[in-house]
């Protein structure tokens, strides 16, 4: 069963402290793995996308690493500002087009 | 570039009527589009793909004739949530994917439409 999951569920985190997020998916064919940042009562805003080839990928202070052995992937932030504060939504795409949705984690950063 | 402009934002409704959202893409050419619902707290729940031109595909689930969808142009689907009833409210959002982009180009999201049907 397509299926994407994610930890911890919500996360509360001091500004300027650095936080990691997991998504573990079982989606298959694989073809990417994507992070998109939600903030409340807006649409999601892409971070990252990684095929099954890259291990690791940046934009700006997020940081996605995969590793599709294990089929999990990993977004850390880094000196976590009060606009970080969102739910991240892991994102699996298999060979076709269904993307499958995480439940989100939802992070507050408080100054 | 690549913005998704959804409208209405918001919308209060009585229960029995219906109600239309448009999503479109303003910069670009969008032959699949995708409609999505989301609960308070919880995470995108796919209602159906539109292909411009042809029938929408709907999830599991998801009835059809309650849900209508329209994909006249490429960069204009609409979702019509028709005879609303309380349990309809909840938070709607389209994305749109740039006609023949690569496989694992970005999807691009609207700010969604939160529907209050009272």
Redesign the interface.
């Known amino acids: 069963k397509n299926q994407v999951e994610q930890s911890p569920q919500s996360l509360i985190i001091l500004e300027g402290k650095n936080c990691t997020l997991q998504c573990n998916y079982t989606v298959s064919p694989f073809?990417?793995l994507?992070w998109?940042k939600q903030d409340t009562?807006?649409?999601?805003?892409?971070l990252t996308?990684m095929?099954f080839s890259e291990n690791t990928k940046s934009n700006g202070r997020y940081t996605a690493t995969l590793d599709a052995d294990t089929k999990q992937s990993s977004l850390h932030i880094t000196a976590s500002q009060l606009s970080d504060s969102a739910?991240y939504?892991c994102v699996s795409?298999n060979?076709g087009?269904n993307?499958v949705?995480?439940?989100?984690t939802?992070l507050s950063v408080l100054p | 570039g690549a913005v998704?402009s959804?409208h209405p934002s918001r919308v209060i409704c009585k229960s029995g009527t219906s109600v239309k959202i448009e999503c479109r893409s303003l910069d670009f050419q969008a032959t699949?589009m995708?409609w999505y619902r989301q609960f308070p707290?919880?995470?995108?729940?796919?209602m159906a793909?539109s292909n411009e031109g042809s029938k929408a595909t709907y999830e599991q689930g998801v009835e059809k004739d309650k849900f209508l969808i329209n994909h006249a142009s490429l960069t204009l689907s609409t979702l019509t949530v028709t005879s609303a009833h309380p349990e309809d409210s909840s938070?709607y959002?389209c994305?749109a994917r740039i006609r023949d982009s690569p496989?694992?180009?970005?999807?691009?999201?609207?700010?969604?439409t939160?529907l209050t049907v009272t």
């Open positions: 073809s990417n994507r998109y009562g807006r649409g999601p805003v892409s996308i095929t739910s939504i795409k060979y087009q993307f949705f995480g439940p989100g939802r | 998704v959804q699949t995708f707290k919880q995470s995108l729940m796919l793909t938070f959002i994305s496989y694992n180009s970005p999807l691009h999201f609207g700010n969604g939160r």
